[in-house]
């Protein structure tokens, strides 16, 4: 069975501190890792992620894949309380069809 | 960027009613959408991935008949929760895909269904 697992499931952190998120993944066929981040409502894109070793980043945001080890993890540096949400990985089921398995999700609270 | 809407935003119903969430890409078409269903302090759950003029395939464990979902057209699909129960309130968050990319997947703002 097709499953995405996330750690921690919550951390409490300070502003200023760096978090590191974990996603490991185990699916029959691997096309793309997504992360997301969810605040009040729906879920905004960060990264899309499909080759191994290629950082990808945005500010203060970055994320690798392990397409050996399967895992992903999603980096947040000087962290401010607006990163305060919850981070959902998603890995792609199906090749070619959209549908995507979501992992259980990391809640992080950044305290001022 | 892409907008994806839905309807309503918060609903509650009396058990055994039943519900409509309408759910709408607003400039462009979408040709593939998803329903997700999500728990307090839990991720998200595909229920069911829905294209344009064709059944909707549930995901296991997702019962079809009490999760009617119809994508009538490239912009709209619903998704109506039958005879509904306490155990159904949850937060509904479809997704649309024009597939033209693996990650052009917007999503909704969510419905928040409480059955009382």
């Known amino acids: 069975e097709d499953k995405v697992v996330q750690s921690p499931l919550s951390l409490v952190v300070h502003e200023g501190d760096t978090v590191t998120l974990n996603c490991s993944y185990e699916?029959?066929?691997?096309?793309?890792l997504l992360w997301y981040k969810q605040e009040k409502k729906a879920p905004t894109f960060l990264f899309m992620l499909t080759s191994s070793g290629i950082e990808k980043k945005s500010g203060r945001l970055s994320s690798i894949l392990d397409k050996k080890e399967l895992f992903s993890i999603l980096n947040i540096t000087a962290t401010q309380t607006g990163d305060s949400a919850i981070y959902l990985c998603?890995?792609?089921?199906?090749?070619?069809?959209?549908?995507?398995?979501f992992g259980t999700g990391t809640r992080l609270k950044v305290l001022a | 960027g892409a907008v994806v809407s839905q309807h309503p935003s918060r609903v509650i119903c009396k058990s055994g009613t039943s519900v409509k969430i309408e759910c709408r890409s607003l400039d462009f078409q979408a040709t593939t959408m998803f329903w997700y269903r999500q728990f307090p302090k839990q991720s998200l759950m595909l229920m069911a991935t829905s294209n344009e003029g064709s059944k909707a395939t549930y995901e296991q464990g997702v019962e079809k008949d009490k999760f009617l979902i119809n994508h009538a057209s490239l912009t709209l699909s619903t998704l109506t929760v039958t005879s509904a129960h306490p155990e159904d309130s949850s937060f509904y968050i479809c997704?649309?895909?024009?597939?033209?990319?693996?990650?052009?997947?917007?999503f909704g703002p969510g419905t928040r269904l409480t059955v009382t």
């Open positions: 699916v029959t066929n691997f096309r793309s």
């Open positions: 997704s649309a895909t024009s597939g033209l990319s693996s990650y052009e997947q917007y």
């Open positions: 998603a890995v792609e089921a199906v090749p070619g069809t959209y549908k995507y398995i």
